[in-house]
Structure formats: C-alpha cells, structure tokens
T-cell receptor, first 110, second 112 residues
Framework: KQEVTQIPAALSVPEGENLVLNCSFT??????LQWFRQDPGKGLTSLLL?????REQTSGRLNASLDKSSGRSTLYIAASQPGDSATYLC?????????FGAGTTVTVRA | DGGITQSPKYLFRKEGQNVTLSCEQN?????MYWYRQDPGQGLRLIYY???????QKGDIAEGYSVSREKKESFPLTVTSAQKNPTAFYLC???????????FGSGTQLSVL
C-alpha cells in the first residue's frame, strides 16, 4: 500500500523567504505526482502535476521536482508572500487512485 | 464557467438517516471521485468512477454508496451504516488517470 508522508506538518516563515516543502512516498511505481493547495474550509486547487517520466515542473514562483527512484518530491515557492499561507498537499497516482499526504500548513508572516 | 459544484456546503445527519451529497461537473471529464478528509489526515478515497454506469470502491467504501447515471453527476449517499460520518467530503474529476484532478469546494457533514 502506498504511503505518502509530508514533513514538517507546519511551517512559519517571514515574507520574502523561499519555501521548501517535502513529500516522500513508499512505492515508486507511480503515474504522476501532484501538488495541491488548500485554504481553510475549501476544496483543493491543483498547483503542479509531474508525470512519472519528468524530473520537474515550473509555474511562476513554483517549482516541483520528482525523484522517483528515491520516492521524493520537493515543492519550492520563491519569495513567499502572505497570500501563500495555506496547506499544501502532495498526492501520488497509482492507476486511478491518488494517495495523499496529510499536508504541510504554511504561514507566511508579513 | 467550467468547474465542479458540490451541494450543500453544510449538511447535518440525524441518527439512522441516509443523506445524499451532490456533485456536478461541466468539464466533460470521464473520471469522478469522492474523497473524505478528516482533520490532520490526508484525503481518503471512498469511490471513483472511470465512466458512466461504472464505479469502483476506494479504500473506505463501507457505509457509502454512489451512482453514475450521467457523465456530469456523481452523487454520494452516506448511509446509516456509516457510524462515524462527520468529515469534510470532496468531489473531484479528471479527464483520465494521468491528468490533473479538479476539486469541488466540499461539503461539511456533521451528526446531530
């Protein structure tokens, strides 16, 4: 069974600092990995999707890397802003089933 | 505006009652999913459907039922057999298993 772990569970940084969020998974036989953002009481918004054959994806200030062999992904958010405060979840896809981590809750202090 | 609509936003269930959560999408996606989210935990898959008139159990299907009679609709029924139904329920859809997942805004279900 796929296990997805996100450490740390919470993170607080001053505005302008770069954010580094980690995700690890136990089974490297995945179709893709997705990073999501969730605001309190809301649904999830997809940020980046990395196919299993890719090493990284970039969108604006966001960059996600994937090392399938070691079962790790990292989400980098450059020059953090208070609006980046949210919970970030990663999920790995095994056929139609996504396995989610519990998320990292980020607070960016103004 | 394309997207996924979940209703209601808040729902209360009495003891022994079945309740149905609505999920509608106008993205023309084939695949639809129901997830349950409990505080401090990752999302857990309840049911998914790859195509109309077909659906599969996820990890925690006991006490839940679904139907997929139309491509755009995937309602979830929380039956009285589900003894701990209080949670945030999220519906999602995707074109297929290798594409991005789009989520609705969720339904918070509580027990009276």
């Amino acid at each position: 069974k796929q296990e997805v772990t996100q450490i740390p569970a919470a993170l607080s940084v001053p505005e302008g600092e770069n954010l580094v969020l980690n995700c690890s998974f136990t089974d490297s036989a995945i179709y893709n990995l997705q990073w999501f953002r969730q605001d309190p009481g809301k649904g999830l918004t997809s940020l980046l999707l990395i196919q299993s054959s890719q090493r990284e994806q970039t969108s604006g200030r966001l960059n996600a890397s994937l090392d399938k062999s070691s079962g790790r992904s990292t989400l980098y958010i450059a020059a953090s802003q208070p609006g980046d405060s949210a919970t970030y979840l990663c999920a790995v896809s095994d056929d139609y089933k996504l396995s989610f981590g519990a998320g990292t809750t980020v607070t960016v202090r103004a | 505006d394309g997207g996924i609509t979940q209703s209601p936003k808040y729902l209360f269930r009495k003891e022994g009652q079945n309740v149905t959560l609505s999920c509608e999408q106008n993205l023309n996606h084939d695949a639809m999913y129901w997830y349950r989210q409990d505080p401090g935990q990752g999302l857990r898959l309840i049911y998914y459907s790859q195509i109309v008139n077909d659906f599969q159990k996820g990890d925690i299907a006991e006490g839940y039922s679904v139907s997929r009679e139309k491509k755009e609709s995937f309602p979830l029924t929380v039956t009285s057999a589900q003894k701990n139904p209080t949670a945030f329920y999220l519906c999602a859809s995707s074109i297929d298993r290798q594409t991005q997942l789009f989520f609705g805004s969720g339904t918070q279900l509580s027990v009276l």
